[in-house]
């Protein structure tokens, strides 16, 4: 897991477990080496569906890695501050999913 770093007060953090930080950080390395393949299929000057095709993968893969990321925040964090009383995190999700509904 990375160093802790200093923090700015005006913004919220999350510890992660190891196991959520690796399963996070995996997909991200998925995605990344995806993206790069849609660079590479670019330069070499791949046929315009082909390509098209794998975004729609990376799409669906950047899905999939909010989905995990979504439901661990509700199981943790929104839980935790609803159970302390912290109503306006309720509105803080809300916008979230107006967000990611875009």
Do not use: W
Request: proline share 2%.
């Amino acid at each position: 897991m990375p160093e802790k770093q200093e923090q700015c007060p005006c913004h919220k953090t999350k510890e992660r477990s190891e196991e959520e930080y690796k399963k996070l950080v995996h997909r991200l390395n998925r995605i990344e080496g995806q993206i790069r393949g849609i660079r590479g299929m670019v330069e070499r000057e791949a046929y315009c569906t082909d390509i098209l095709v794998q975004v729609a993968a990376v799409n669906a893969a950047l899905n999939s890695f909010n989905k995990e990321l979504l439901s661990n925040h509700i199981r943790t964090c929104v839980t935790r501050d609803i159970r302390e009383g912290k109503d306006e995190t309720v509105e803080e999700l809300l916008c979230t999913l107006q967000k990611l509904m875009k």
